[in-house]
């Protein structure tokens, strides 16, 4: 290409190719400008993950259409070498800015850095650029034939340097295509308001594990391995899952039957095994459970499927809390019920309807011990600050109704031995504060615990 545009230089030939070159670029612009326009609408807002590829994609590949179409037209009547030259360049670049596009809508369609798309970033440049480098060389040609005589043996099967680095391509563009079709599958059916939450996830897994599962054995069918040995290595796996495998494939199929059989929802208000909470994600392994304390918990699946589990959904994000409290048995327990009843009135988040109602639990060694039981709107974010200020508005009314909370007696007996004096005298006060205090000092045989 170098050569032929040495022999153009110079020539009138040269100043048309310029012009040709210089036209179907501005045009390429212009058009790459209003598709940019087009794609900014809100109808088309799934397009904007990699956006900016997509934008940088459109100019070079708009520009080689128009390049390669001019030079169809203009080589019957003079040397294009230029438009040749540029051809090359505009392919290469779009080619690179389009897969670019495809590898940031499967790899980093939640805003995140993923590594893999750095090194598909990375590994396509690479090989785009050295093919581009090869064609303006004009040595690709010499380079393929010597891949191609490069013969090694993997197993049976007898391989060139050529058909692996081509079967490695067709494997990795496979699995980025098919990648990209479940995520976009995905995101259509997610949008979807006419079927059910659980049924979505379903159908979008099973998609992309059939979008991947196509592309594995299309790939392999293009590099030239006989599928057939996948028979054998499915009787393999299967005896590995039902050996060493066999908890995780039981949480994998019990993700499966609680999105299938809708036994749980995203959402839902549950507890199992004295764990209470919010079930924000139903993962194909796991379920995440945030608790009343906003901590996040993963529970297997299988643990779900074989337990008891309590799903308080009919209750919506409700929670009942119990408060309990002791009074003297002095105290009027009727008044002391009516004003547990009212420490709860206008505490925000607790709930009129059920109403807040007390309790006579039982009687204690040291009172009687009362428990108040209310109801908390969406007690997923939490329930402590209502607990305490119900708690402070029950010690505000004791305080102003002079109800007592008793404190804890013990009384303890010393019994002497028959001959009633006590080989050695016992005390329960501190020496050092006895000696300051002659009050504090316990008689011969006298306990004193210096209350």
């Known amino acids: 290409m170098f050569s032929d545009i040495a022999r153009d230089f110079g020539q009138p030939v040269m100043l048309w190719q310029v012009a040709i070159l210089v036209a179907t670029l501005v045009v390429a612009w212009l058009l790459a400008r209003a598709l940019r326009r087009r794609i900014e609408r809100p109808r088309y807002q799934s397009l904007r993950f990699g956006m900016e590829s997509l934008d940088r994609a459109a100019f070079p590949l708009i520009g080689a259409a128009l390049v390669w179409l001019a030079r169809a037209i203009a080589d019957p009547f003079m040397d294009t070498a230029l438009l040749d030259l ?11 800015y389009i897969v670019f596009f495809f590898a940031r809508r499967v790899f980093n369609r939640e805003g995140g850095e993923h590594p893999w798309l750095f090194l598909v970033e990375k590994i396509v440049s690479v090989v785009v650029w050295v093919g581009m480098v090869l064609t303006l060389l004009g040595i690709q040609n010499a380079v393929i034939e010597w891949m191609d005589s490069v013969r090694f043996r993997v197993g049976n099967a007898h391989m060139t ?3 692996l680095i081509t079967g490695l391509l067709w494997v990795g563009v496979t699995m980025i295509v098919a990648m990209w079709l479940g995520s976009t599958f995905e995101d259509r059916l997610m949008r979807s308001k006419t079927l059910d939450a659980n049924l979505k996830v379903v159908v979008a ?5 059939a979008f991947v599962l196509a592309a594995i054995l ?13 028979g054998v290595f ?21 993700g499966f039957i609680i999105l299938l059989d809708r036994s749980l929802r995203i959402g839902d208000t549950i507890n199992v095994s004295g764990l209470q909470g919010r079930v924000t994600q139903i993962r194909t392994r796991y379920t995440v459970v945030r608790g009343l304390d906003g901590i996040e918990t993963l529970i297997p699946n299988e643990k779900l499927i074989t337990d008891v589990v ?15 409290v002791q009074i003297a048995y ?10 547990l009843a009212q420490a709860a009135d206008d505490v925000p988040r607790v709930l009129r309807e059920p109403a807040p109602t007390p309790f006579l639990v039982g009687f204690g060694p040291d009172g009687i011990n009362l428990e108040l039981g209310f109801w908390i709107e969406d007690a997923a974010s939490g329930t402590g600050g209502v607990r305490s200020t119900v708690n402070r508005n029950i010690w505000r009314l004791f305080s102003e ?9 013990r009384e303890v007996r010393i019994v002497a031995p028959a001959s009633g004096a006590m080989p050695h005298p016992v005390t329960m006060t501190d020496p050092a504060l006895a000696a300051a205090d002659p009050a504090l000092r316990p008689a011969n045989g006298a306990v004193n615990d210096g209350r």
Do not use: C, W
């Not at 360049?89 to 779009?94: D, F, N």
């Not at 799903?311 to 309990?324: E, I, K, P």
């Not at 109704?401 to 007696?409: D, E, K, S, Y």
């Open 86 to 96: 540029a051809l090359v360049p505009l392919v290469g670049i779009g080619l690179i």
């Open 330 to 339: 002095t105290s009027d327990v009727e008044q002391v019920m009516t004003l």
């Open 218 to 230: 299309v790939s392999l069918s293009i590099v030239g391995i006989d599928i057939t040995v996948l």
């Open 310 to 324: 309590q799903n308080q959904s009919s209750y919506l994000t409700r929670g009942y809390a119990r408060l309990a």
């Open 234 to 254: 499915g009787g393999a796996l299967g005896v590995g899952l039902g050996f060493g495998m066999q908890k995780i494939a039981s949480n994998y199929v019990s």
């Open 401 to 409: 109704h002079g109800v007592t909370i008793p404190l804890a007696q």
């Open 161 to 163: 340097l050529l058909s």
């Open 205 to 209: 897994r099973v998609g992309r594990a």
